[in-house]
């Protein structure tokens, strides 16, 4: 967000709660208050070429999934490398956002800090909200009756850092995002047993893929998803749910998702299948209730003597220091913004928020793109429709939703269509008819090839000039 502002002639001031930028990425041996947590052994799901900045590419030695210490690297080197240091003040908590008096005209901002027990105060003509949705965790205890029986120690996925102290125990797991099968493959490295429950199941996909490539350079095209948008609803399911079970059938391994059209989000674990035919990791169904040192499921199996129970449960998302919490969650306390960056009742288009989306992309190019469409708004030279319009819009999405994913809460959406959304409203999509004509070449790698970042900064404002060879030479840095 401070170098897309940078890139436009803006005077970006960022705020950081810790001592140092990575946020999730920064690997801490204990879990910070207000600041997301990760183990110590994350790694990416997308690989180098997919989830790079567009115009700055990982050193061609890096291994294509990345542990996090690696990738926090490579963020700090990218704001050294675009001069963004000086503009961040570090150990400065925001405690207080809200709309000064003469918003309706001004569109301008009262910003309160913290930084050493002293408060501060300062007017911004426009606000950006970077803090993530990985923060706040989700720990839906009234959902488990019983727990308050249970006398083992149980604790959300966030505190969890390594597992050598479950040695030895019997640990049950419950949740199936990344964070669970992460969490339930690693235990069972050496825990006696480790249980792992789940309400609807998942997809479990391989980050290795066919040939051994990374599967996001596989399943990522343009190609891809033409073809999804022109088939039949009832073949592009069938397609989906092949290509989701080509390595494995889920059904044998109970990890097959209730609703097994839904497009929602696949965890990534090459562990976990083998762990489950190993029979260190036993899936199990939802939890029905807790004991004292059991666990009844809901298929009416018992386990007994459970040491420790792990509920990765994901995060709700929260904006403490919005004076005003309606602004973001402007209906039934759900996230409503337009284009999912911006607030569409305010009377000025002041204020984005970033990286509150999901998709099978990665983020970084996402949240890179989202900022240079707000600072084009910001500078009015993305014109809005009225806020009616924009609810409309956000309505139509919610019902796509609900079709694809099954769900409206989820921040999920496909990723190309999404990104050529935002890269329309500001001239940066890849005209691939032109590219025909003028570098078919460069044209064919970029309809059948991967959507790699640098596909949004070959043309138009903020395009970069090394991105035609980034994207003829993406594959020799996959093998190298």
């Not at 005209?105 to 930084?115: A, F, H, L, S």
């Not at 996402?366 to 009225?386: E, M, Y």
């Not at 050529?420 to 032109?434: F, H, R, T, W």
């Amino acid at each position: 967000a401070t170098k897309c502002c940078l890139e436009e002639g803006l005077e970006p001031t960022c705020f950081e709660q810790s001592e140092d930028i990575g946020g999730l990425w920064r690997y801490t041996d204990q879990a910070e208050e207000g600041r997301a947590s990760i183990y110590r052994t994350v790694f990416t799901n997308s690989c180098k070429e997919m989830m790079c900045y567009p115009d700055f590419p990982f050193p061609d030695d890096h291994p294509n999934y990345m542990h996090n210490a690696r990738l926090q690297h490579y963020i700090c080197k990218y704001a050294e490398h675009f001069d963004l240091l000086r503009l961040i003040q570090f150990k400065t908590l925001v405690t207080k956002i809200k709309k000064r008096p003469d918003f309706s005209v001004t569109g301008q901002w009262e910003v309160v800090t913290q930084r050493d027990g002293k408060e501060e105060t300062a007017v911004f003509d426009a606000v950006m909200v970077c803090s993530g949705h990985h923060v706040y965790p989700n720990l839906p205890l009234a959902d488990f009756p019983g727990i308050q029986k249970f006398k083992r120690c149980y604790f959300h996925s966030r505190e969890y850092k390594e597992p050598e102290k479950f040695r030895g125990k019997k640990v049950l797991v419950v949740g199936l995002g990344n964070s669970g099968c992460d969490i339930a493959a690693e235990l069972s490295t050496v825990a006696s047993q480790v249980y792992l429950s789940s309400r609807s199941g998942s997809w479990v996909m391989s980050r290795v893929w066919d040939k051994g490539y990374p599967w996001d350079m596989l399943v990522i095209t343009r190609f891809r998803t033409w073809l999804g948008n022109i088939l039949p609803r009832v073949v592009s399911d069938w397609l989906y749910v092949r290509a989701m079970n080509r390595f494995f059938k889920h059904e044998n391994f109970g990890l097959m998702p209730l609703n097994r059209t839904s497009r929602k989000e696949p965890v990534f674990n090459d562990d976990l299948p083998s762990r489950i035919a190993c029979g260190v990791v036993v899936m199990k169904p939802n939890v029905k209730e807790f004991r004292e040192t059991s666990v009844l499921f809901q298929d009416g199996t018992v386990q007994d003597d459970v040491d420790a129970v792990v509920f990765a449960t994901g995060y709700s998302y929260s904006y403490p220091f919005m004076e005003d919490d309606s602004i973001i969650k402007s209906r039934d306390n759900q996230v409503t913004l337009y284009k999912g960056i911006l607030p569409p009742w305010l009377e000025k288009p002041t204020m984005a928020v970033i990286g509150l989306v999901q998709s099978l992309g990665p983020i970084i190019p996402t949240a890179d793109l989202q900022c240079r469409w707000a600072v084009k708004v910001f500078q009015g030279q993305c014109t809005l429709p009225p806020a009616s319009e924009m609810m409309d819009d956000i309505d139509e999405k919610m019902g796509k939703k609900l079709k694809w994913y099954g769900n409206s809460t989820t921040l999920q959406t496909d990723y190309i269509t999404y990104m050529d959304e935002l890269a329309s409203a500001i001239g940066v999509k890849p005209n691939v008819l032109k590219l025909l004509l003028t570098d078919p070449q460069l044209a064919l790698e970029v309809f059948f090839g991967p959507c790699s970042p640098y596909q949004y900064r070959l043309m138009g404002p903020g395009k970069w000039s090394g991105a035609r060879k980034a994207i003829l030479t993406q594959w020799d840095r996959t093998l190298q």
